[in-house]
């Protein structure tokens, strides 16, 4: 039984990288799967759930691989550059585009929206938890939404997934800029303790503190 849900699980996610969200159907994903289709409705009791599940699955997989590299990330450049990496290797496997099916499938069916928020949810976690690391210190530590900058990182690299597709070169050039901001950060960190307090101080008032 495990063995068979597995089979839809990694069969689910086979459809929505080869064919799209689309084609989804208990038919297509059955036959990715090697199985009956009535063991979609068995196992999962419909599409969409095990849509639903499949991405957990596939998320929960593909963020257990690089977790220990997060976790050796040291410096927004090192975050920047580990993001390219995976950007690489995760849109050649296909597995940006499933999380790109299932945001479009969310906009049409809000019953996906949740396993799909979920699936990111899972990035968004790593991805904090670095920035609350490598900006612990930084001048600009007590002034950034760090949830809110992980969530930003965790949907900009989706979106370069689906810009990547049309414009290539518009695409490395956003992953310049982002190095560029992040080299920005590092010099002003090297600055010494009273270019921090300057730039502290100036933040505070374009604040209105």
Do not use: C
Not at 41 to 49: A, C, I, L, M, R
Not at 110 to 130: F, K, M, N, Y
Not at 146 to 167: I, K, M, P, S
Not at 185 to 191: P, Y
């Amino acid at each position: 039984m495990g063995d068979t849900r597995t089979r839809l699980l990694e069969g689910a996610l086979e459809t929505l990288r080869a064919q799209g969200i689309a084609k989804a159907s208990a038919r297509v994903i059955a036959a990715a799967a090697g199985v009956n289709q009535a063991l979609v409705f068995y196992h999962f009791g419909s599409v969409d759930e095990l849509l639903a599940a499949a991405l957990r699955y596939g998320s929960e997989q593909r963020v257990a691989v690089y977790r220990e590299r997060f976790a050796s990330v040291t410096s927004l450049k090192e975050l920047l550059d580990l993001g390219r990496s995976l950007h690489a290797d995760e849109r050649a496997a296909g597995n940006l585009a499933v999380l790109a099916q299932m945001l479009a499938g969310s906009q049409a069916d809000e019953r996906l929206a949740p396993a799909t928020a979920g699936g990111l949810a899972l990035w968004v976690a790593e991805v904090e938890d670095v920035l609350r690391r490598v900006l612990a210190g930084s001048p600009l530590a007590e002034f950034v939404d760090v949830t809110g900058l992980a969530r930003a990182t965790a949907a900009a690299f989706v979106g370069l997934e689906l810009y990547d597709g049309v414009d290539k070169a518009g695409a490395e050039q956003a992953f310049d800029s982002l190095e560029q901001l992040a080299g920005l950060v590092t010099v002003l960190e090297d600055m010494g303790p009273i270019v921090r307090r300057t730039v502290r101080s100036r933040l505070r008032k374009a604040n209105g503190d």
